[in-house]
């Protein structure tokens, strides 16, 4: 790894005073930054050179020379003999930078240098060129697939095409179209590629980049390079119909810490904490952590605007939860907070997005390392990190590894607070299981206590049978002629007469039960007998389709789409309506606008739920529901959608 020297410009704004201030003040900077980076015997800490860039003949210009010249003596690569072979091609290589050439099809050297007939290098010679030129800052050649079938003759070239995109706005360009791309990226943190190419058909850069295949090259030089961010899952799934990238370097706000001000944050939240065990890591890390989860659940946006944020980033799993991925020196923090309470996060979810990080992590990291020179068969992947697990106390998370949490049903933090172990490993939950381990205390008192949603009693009904159900209304203190009312009402649908009846209870007046909660459900479920833990249940959740999930589907589906979709479903409104979060007093009034046709109930709450403003109405949602009430439509969408 080269040197790295430090050098600010604008010397003639300030006075000699005020210069050797600001010098003085920079090396502090510097050093506190970079003095205890892993790398720091490559950097230059002091002096920090001061440019006047305004005159030719400035004497901080010759030093900065001077110790650039000093730096390349002491390369190990300096003075050492090349092969004569070599100085064709070098030599064609300078004559095309002369000629404003700086970027070429590999094809393009690889034809040239035939014509050099007995001095021509052999495919191997001429990759170990490349590679030595590339080593020593000459060119740029990654040889790597999508990336070595073209090279970069001259380096400073790059820079050139990154002004199109990362630039101040007193640089943009007049064009309001251009303007509005970029105005967007800034707002957003992300660029589409059809709107990078638009900035690259400018006249400045269409000599760098003629046509699309040097396009493609330079895009995925940029990815390389992190200047942009592939937002993809690191599960081998193809990724070629990502259709934007992140753009780390816009972002700048960092994220606001005022929700550690809250009280009730803490008892909300479980905290996961990834200790990285180098010193350093990848500038931009979190952003492919955040790419990775975001095409699952999608960045929060909060009037229009997303909440990305340098280094961090709020995620929406629905309308109840919500989590947080901040990288702080070398660790990871993520917050997954439920409105409502810790103890009504969902394992299943928990679970899922820890093993959605964990992967791509570990293909980080990994990738990192081979990158620098390891051999991926000397990366060990259980020293790249650890993981611990824990709560909130404070302001920042208390944590400790899982195999204390497992061993332990508590512990004691330095703040002598006591933290149970049972809730904080919903980060490590076993998905396949499918009832409570014998062990299950069942739900907290803190859940206890509060008030069952309409989802929860629709998932709760699917558990019972027509019988069942029947007995525990009773037992809920509804008359038996309510229940036969409801009954008669949905003649021959079991589902919808338990899905009813359970909620006909919840908005009931009942004298001496004034709160429904779920303490009266358990009550009642164990008055007829029923110890099966079904209300565990209903805060499971079916992560199957985590496998399919992708950017694509965190669009909002085509009005087209939902208005064929009810041709391809059973009669599920009411169990449909409930999982997309539309309350049963509004599908009670599409049923009755709607009496005798399905078709026109199911359209009316698929519009409802589109024009629902709280969580963004995406496809990947409407799957998940779908997937829940069984009635079909799953291969309707991924037909359009996935082409599957």
């Not at 305004?54 to 001077?66: G, V």
């Not at 076993?430 to 803190?446: A, R, V």
């Amino acid at each position: 790894m080269p040197k790295i020297v430090f050098a600010a410009t604008h010397r003639d704004i300030l006075s000699d005073d005020m210069q050797r201030k600001m010098n003085t003040k920079f090396v502090q900077i510097v050093t506190e930054m970079f003095g205890s980076h892993e790398m720091n015997k490559h950097i230059v800490f002091d002096p920090v050179y001061f440019i006047n860039g305004t005159d030719k003949d400035d004497q901080e210009i010759q030093n900065l020379k001077n110790q650039l010249v000093t730096i390349a003596r002491n390369q190990p690569s300096w003075g050492l003999r090349r092969p004569i072979i070599w100085v064709p091609i070098e030599l064609l290589i300078d004559n095309m930078i002369k000629d404003n050439i700086h970027i070429i099809p590999k094809a393009y050297l690889a034809e040239a240098n035939t014509m050099n007939k007995d001095l021509a290098l052999s495919d191997k010679q001429l990759d170990e060129f490349l590679l030595t030129q590339h080593a020593l800052g000459k060119i740029m050649y990654i040889d790597q697939p999508e990336l070595n079938n073209f090279i970069i003759l001259y380096p400073p070239a790059l820079v050139n095409i990154l002004r199109s995109f990362i630039t101040d706005e007193m640089f943009w360009p007049k064009d309001e179209t251009l303007r509005n791309i970029l105005r967007k990226m800034t707002e957003t943190g992300k660029i589409h590629k059809t709107d990078l190419i638009k900035l690259w058909q400018q006249k400045q850069f269409v000599h760098q980049i003629p046509d699309d295949d040097y396009k493609e090259f330079i895009i995925q030089v940029l990815v390389h390079l992190d200047v942009l961010v592939l937002p993809k899952r690191y599960s081998g799934k193809d990724d070629t119909h990502v259709d934007y990238f992140l753009v780390p370097c816009t972002v700048k706000h960092k994220m606001p810490m005022s929700f550690l001000d809250d009280k009730s944050f803490a008892n909300r939240t479980i905290a996961l904490v990834y200790q990285i065990r180098k010193s350093s890591i990848p500038s931009a890390l979190s952003f492919k952590l955040i790419g990775a989860v975001s095409g699952i659940w999608p960045i929060k946006e909060v009037n229009e605007r997303p909440l990305l944020y340098h280094s961090s980033a709020v995620l929406c799993v629905d309308s109840q939860t919500e989590f947080r991925i901040m990288v702080e020196d070398n660790r990871i923090v993520v917050y997954l907070t439920n409105m409502s309470s810790r103890s009504c996060i969902s394992p299943d979810i928990a679970a899922s997005i820890q093993e959605c990080l964990t992967v791509t992590l570990q293909a980080v990291l990994k990738f990192y390392l081979i990158s620098i020179g390891k051999n991926h068969q000397q990366v060990n992947m259980s020293n790249l990190f650890h993981i611990e697990v824990g709560e909130v106390c404070g302001r920042s998370p208390c944590v400790v590894s899982i195999s204390k949490a497992k061993q332990t049903p508590d512990w004691v933090c330095v703040s002598g607070n006591t933290h149970l172990s049972r809730i904080p490993l919903l980060w490590v939950f076993n998905k396949t299981q499918q009832e409570c381990p014998s062990n299950c205390p069942g739900l907290d008192e803190t859940v206890l206590t509060m008030s069952p949603s309409e989802q929860h009693l629709s998932r709760l009904a699917y558990q019972l049978n027509i019988q069942s159900c029947r007995e525990l209304i009773i037992h809920l203190g509804i008359q038996l002629n309510d229940w036969e009312d409801i009954e008669y009402s949905y003649t021959r649908m079991p589902l919808i007469i338990k899905i009813m009846a359970l909620n006909f209870w919840k908005t009931k007046n009942i004298v001496g039960r004034p709160k429904k909660s779920f303490n009266n459900l358990l009550d009642a479920l164990e008055a007829v007998g029923d110890k099966r833990h079904l209300l565990c249940k209903v805060f499971r959740e079916d992560t199957h389709l985590i496998d399919i999930a992708d950017v694509r589907l965190q669009e909002v589906p085509h009005d087209d789409v939902l208005q064929g979709l009810p041709k391809n479903l059973g009669n599920c409104a009411i169990p449909l309506g409930i999982e997309l979060e539309i309350s049963v007093s509004s599908i009670v009034e599409t049923m009755t606008r709607h009496p005798r046709d399905m078709y026109l109930q199911i359209e009316d709450i698929l519009r409802k739920w589109k024009l629902s403003g709280e969580v963004k109405p995406t496809i990947y949602r409407l799957m998940l529901a779908l997937e829940r009430v069984h009635t079909g439509g799953l291969d309707y969408l991924k037909g359009i959608y996935l082409r599957q």
